[in-house]
C-alpha cells in the first residue's frame, strides 16, 4: 500500500511550510481517499468477500464513529506537530453538516484524515501506513471483524 500511495502522489510532495497554508479541509478531502482505499485493500487482501460485503464492512471502517474512536485511540501516540494538524483540523470553521454523526465524531474524523493528507503530502509515507494500520487494527478489534 506505501507503494501504491507513493506511486499516486508522486511530484505532488510538499514542504511542511507549504503544507500549512493549505486548507485543513483540502487535506482531509486527500486522506479521507487514502484512507478508504487503504481500507479496502487491507479487506481484498484479507479475505475474500462479495462487493455487497466489502462495501458494508468498508463502511465500518471509515465511517466517523470508528474514525473518531480511532482518533481517540491514538492521540497519545501522534507527534507535537500532528497533534497540532489534530487539533487545528477540529478546531477549523467547517460548512458541512454531519449526516449521520455528532458534531464531536464529525470534527474527529475530519481532523483524523487532515492528518493522513498531511502526512501523505509531507512524504512521511512510513508514519502514514503506520497509522493507517492502527486504524484497521483498532477498528478491525472493536467491531470483531
Known amino acids: 500500500m506505501e507503494r501504491l500511495i507513493d506511486n499516486i502522489l508522486i511530484d505532488v510532495y510538499k514542504s511542511e511550510k507549504e503544507l500549512l497554508s493549505y486548507s485543513l479541509l483540502s487535506l482531509a478531502f486527500l486522506g479521507d481517499s487514502i484512507h478508504s482505499t487503504f481500507i479496502r ?28 474512536y480511532v482518533l481517540e485511540h491514538i492521540m497519545d501516540n501522534l507527534t507535537e506537530e500532528e497533534k497540532r494538524i489534530v487539533n487545528t483540523s477540529r478546531n477549523s470553521k467547517t460548512n458541512n453538516i454531519a449526516k449521520n454523526a455528532s458534531i464531536k465524531d464529525y470534527k474527529n474524523a475530519t481532523s483524523l484524515e487532515s492528518l493522513f493528507g498531511f502526512l501523505a503530502l509531507s512524504n512521511k509515507l ?14 478491525k478489534n472493536k467491531e470483531n471483524l
Open 41 to 68: 485493500a487491507k479487506l481484498v487482501n484479507d479475505k475474500t468477500y462479495k462487493v455487497k460485503e466489502l462495501h458494508s464492512k468498508t463502511t465500518k471502517f471509515v465511517k466517523a464513529s470508528s474514525q473518531s
Open 126 to 139: 512510513d508514519r502514514l501506513n503506520l497509522l493507517l494500520n492502527l486504524s484497521y487494527d483498532i477498528i
